[in-house]
DNA sequence: CGTCCGTTTGATACATTTCAATAACGGTGG
DNA sequence: CCACCGTTATTGAAATGTATCAAACGGACG
């Protein structure tokens, strides 16, 4: 539960363009770019909800914790992904970048108001991504073992990082392991389990080579 | 993971209007009026996506299942929650009624194309709402302990069934089992050990009265 | 070269699951 | 109305997976 520096005020609609385009769902963001290094936040629960972002370096998470400390992140947001998309007009999650990370940030208003511009539908599809990513995040947090988990975890990096089986993590054990609702202790020895078996390749420990990429699949039921 | 009967067939669009208003977020439907008798299917996973819900009596749980029989209740909803709202064309979830059950279900493009009338502002509040329980729910499957799950289902169905002390459950222990990711032994254990604290009293397994909704509000954590 | 932070590994504790048996409930038919 | 049956819920004892506590390891960096 790393406590968060201040952010590099990112501050609003200084039309400053930039575009990336990874997947047919990319969406064109118009705003400021934000420069934010390791563990800084980008926004914090219970703030107004006014910018979205997308990631154009770096990655990010976004979490919640309970009064004593314990911490569930939501999700992790790569390059090309748009995050803080939010039910209300507050936070709900805090989001901080895992490592030096560039993003784009952009005021609500200027998607969602746009709507002959068809942005709104592709707000609304992001969004729904979300949802989706949730739901599935839900089925794994309720219903699989560490080693589902861990093998899901990887699965999922591999296909959002390209489908890759070479894979860069850009965060930490403890990470994962607020992501997967497991200690980091657990995490690691199924880790290295996963790599006695032969289905992944440590090498360095952010840096997984995922063997078997189809067995480590069928591992996730 | 009771499989599902057929559905008395929602014919679409036949145009029998029906409201209910319990919130400020309450949204029309209309559409065609739906009897299911308990554990029938409303929609399966797969198919196509092509009305949405609400539910007028009984309840409904939205769940998906592991290859091996394992099963995650995404949602519970009951009397005015509109479900079925899907990420994409097609069903990601399956529906079954928990009790007998009336819906009210309407084509989605009624809905989401109607975009002046403010509908598709309500339906994407409406979203946003199934997107910020999911993560809520998230957070108590990863990070939750089995009476902590057990006081937050409580306390949450309280709220949502009318803020009352005495709840009516519409679903078995084996239903909250699967949405809180545990067994249903411990669901079991878990509530007679809270009528033991003095927290609630058990009434026939549907029936559970909060003594202390305050105490039990602190238990989640 | 030594320090620091993150990771790995080990031994033990514990919460929850699993397996098994009993009990309570709800519906059905006599 | 009561007895019976199948289903659902409760309770118990043992097994197990994951957490906890503790120590050693490793790489990055001054």
Redesign the interface.
């Known amino acids: 539960m790393q406590m968060s520096p201040m952010v590099t005020a990112p501050r609003p609609y200084v039309p400053t363009a930039t575009m990336r385009t990874p997947a047919p769902e990319a969406i064109r963001l118009i705003g400021v770019t934000v420069h934010l290094s390791r563990d800084q936040e980008v926004f914090g629960e219970g703030e107004p909800a006014d910018q979205v972002f997308k990631v154009v370096r770096g990655a990010v998470r976004c979490f919640?914790v309970?009064?004593?400390g314990?911490?569930?992140i939501?999700d992790f947001y790569l390059p090309g992904d748009v995050f803080g998309i939010?039910?209300?007009q507050d936070r709900?999650?805090t989001a901080e970048a895992l490592t030096d990370t560039v993003l784009v940030a952009a005021r609500r208003s200027t998607v969602v108001e746009d709507?002959d511009s068809g942005t709104a539908r592709r707000l609304?599809?992001l969004?729904?991504?979300?949802?989706?990513r949730?739901?599935d995040?839900?089925?794994t947090?309720?219903?699989?073992s560490a080693n589902e988990r861990v093998a899901s975890f990887l699965v999922d990096m591999a296909a959002r990082l390209g489908d890759v089986d070479n894979l860069e993590l850009p965060m930490t054990r403890q990470d994962i392991a607020?992501y997967?609702?497991l200690t980091i202790e657990t995490v690691s020895r199924t880790l290295t389990h996963l790599q006695v078996s032969g289905l992944i390749k440590l090498a360095g420990c952010r840096s997984i080579h995922l063997r078997k990429p189809r067995a480590l699949a069928e591992l996730c039921?």
Chains 1, 2 share one sequence.
């Open positions: 919640r309970l009064s004593d314990r911490r569930q939501c939010e039910p209300g709900r999650t709507e609304w599809a969004a729904m991504a979300d949802l989706q949730s739901q995040h839900a089925l947090l309720g219903r699989r607020d997967l609702g039921a």
